[in-house]
């Protein structure tokens, strides 16, 4: 299992980028998938997590109305769309999958626990300055 994730890069605040996470080994309609993201000096966090099978989707609260997930099955691809991006959104950005279907909790592990997810692909970094 391979996840390969691409289109960081420089943008101006309110800005917009699509990261991209290519999948290889498995098919991503089925099963749930997510990005995370690590600030310089911070934690990383959960962004958001996608459901397989066309389930529902979820945000963390500070990209909630900005930050949209995607999924194209015939590419084995997944998508973020990050719109009205903000200096504080700038991170290493973590595409990672997990074996689970929905991204409810699995045994009581909420979506925003980073033990939960089986792979994680290389980061794209994302910088959002003026």
């Known amino acids: 299992v391979q996840l390969q994730a691409s289109g960081g890069g420089l943008v101006q605040p309110g800005g917009s980028l699509r990261l991209s996470c290519v999948a290889s080994g498995f098919s991503v309609n089925h099963y749930v998938m997510g990005w995370w993201r690590q600030a310089p000096g911070k934690e990383r966090e959960a962004v958001s997590c996608s459901s397989g099978s066309g389930g529902n989707s979820y945000y963390e609260d500070s990209v909630k109305g900005r930050f949209t997930v995607s999924r194209d099955n015939d590419k084995n691809t997944v998508y973020l769309e990050m719109n009205n991006l903000k200096p504080e959104d700038t991170a290493v950005y973590y595409c990672?999958?997990?074996?689970?279907?929905?991204?409810?909790?699995?045994?009581?592990?909420?979506?925003?626990?980073?033990?939960?997810?089986?792979?994680w692909g290389r980061g794209t970094q994302v910088t959002v300055s003026s």
């Open positions: 990672v999958s997990d074996s689970a279907r929905e991204c409810e909790k699995v045994y009581g592990i909420s979506w925003k626990t980073a033990a939960r997810y089986d792979f």
